[in-house]
């Protein structure tokens, strides 16, 4: 079955920088897109990245534009994000996330938790 699983949450200083991994598993990793998404205490699930399923072409949230870096190891199934220059407004549980080029998603990982505070 579809596994995603996130790893590398933590309480980081402002900023600081953070390297989230996604381990996937059950399914042909290089034939999806992947995506990045959070949720803030007491808001909604915001997407923050994504890539395609060559590793070609990523895109990112304005909120993170600049700051966060999306790369995908398609030999090892594994996703990432490099989060620099973290904000206290960047606390959330970060997700990833199966999807295609639509912002479809369809499987999820379990969350890490991401704290950005002094």
């Known amino acids: 079955q579809v596994q995603l699983v996130e790893s590398g949450g933590g309480l980081v200083q402002p900023g600081g920088s953070l390297r989230l991994s996604c381990a996937a598993s059950g399914f042909t990793f290089t034939n999806y897109w992947m995506y990045w998404v959070r949720q803030a205490p007491g808001k909604g699930r915001e997407w923050v990245s994504r890539i395609s399923a060559a590793g070609i072409t990523t895109s990112y949230a304005d909120s993170v534009k600049g700051r966060f870096t999306i790369s995908r190891d398609n030999a090892k199934n594994t996703l990432y994000l490099q989060m620099d220059s973290l904000k206290s407004e960047d606390t959330a549980v970060y997700y990833c996330?199966?999807?295609?080029?639509?912002?479809?998603?369809?499987?999820w990982g379990q969350g890490t938790q991401v704290t950005v505070s002094s």
């Open positions: 996330a199966r999807g295609n080029s639509r912002f479809e998603y369809d499987y």
